[in-house]
């Protein structure tokens, strides 16, 4: 089993841009949720997507946007990039109340 | 709303010491809790949960006890190692289907 896998692993992308990350679940899993970490803190929740909907979402602007594919994996989409998006942006999917981790994908908005 | 508090750090300590590092929650209800540990430049490991209150959570050394009275849910190690060296977060959930909270993470450094 595969785990969380997401790509890229890292990015550097200029302000004003668009980034679209990516996220593959563990074997099983339904439901995939995307955290921000920004340096020294913990993550924060942007979104969850069941069966190819958002469920929930955090306190995040409507730049952040996503998707799920029928085969559960899933994309985070950041439009107009600003300098306060550089994050560890991790995927996380779950089955039941124990959710697994991606290794993340460190944004950098210079 | 739902939040969790736990101790600041850095934490630094000796190689074979005692760790505890504590960890309290806001919630109704009755929701599970977990530690997560994150080593430099890699995501979220989950170390150790528990679902309902008294349940006692262990993993590679780590404990930690679901505390309803105290709403606390502190991790503890005997002796730790070097390897130990990680960010810490202790975290809760609801439910299956609502996210996850997190704190800030405690720093924890072994020295040799």
């Known amino acids: 089993d595969a785990g969380v896998t997401q790509s890229p692993t890292h990015l550097i992308k200029t302000r004003g841009q668009q980034v679209t990350l990516r996220c593959s679940p563990k074997?099983?899993?339904?439901?995939v949720s995307w955290y921000q970490q920004a340096l020294g803190q913990g993550p924060q929740f942007i979104f969850q997507?069941?069966?190819?909907?958002?469920?929930q979402r955090g306190n995040f602007p409507d730049r952040f946007s996503g998707h799920q594919f029928p085969n559960y994996s899933s994309e985070l989409n950041v439009n107009a990039l600003l300098l306060g998006d550089s994050a560890l942006y991790l995927c996380?999917?779950?089955?039941?109340?124990?959710?697994?981790f991606g290794q993340g994908t460190r944004l950098t908005v210079v | 709303g739902n939040s969790v508090t736990q101790m600041e750090g850095p934490v630094t300590l000796s190689e074979e010491a005692f760790l505890t590092i504590n960890c309290t929650y806001t919630?109704?209800?009755?929701?599970?809790l977990f530690w997560y540990v994150q080593y430099p430049g890699e995501g979220l490991q989950l170390l150790l949960k528990?679902?309902?209150?008294?349940d006692k959570g262990s993993n590679k050394g780590f404990e930690a006890t679901y505390r309803k009275e105290t709403t606390s849910f502190h991790l503890e190690k005997g002796s730790v190692q070097v390897s130990d060296s990680a960010v810490y977060f202790c975290?809760?959930?609801?439910?299956?289907?609502?996210?996850?909270?997190f704190g800030k993470g405690t720093r924890l450094h072994i020295l040799p």
């Open positions: 996380a999917s779950s089955l039941d109340t124990e959710a697994f």
């Open positions: 074997s099983g899993h339904d439901t």
């Open positions: 997507y069941y069966e190819e909907e958002e469920r």
């Open positions: 919630a109704t209800g009755y929701p599970s």
């Open positions: 528990a679902t309902k209150a008294d």
């Open positions: 975290a809760l959930r609801k439910n299956r289907d609502d996210k996850i909270i």
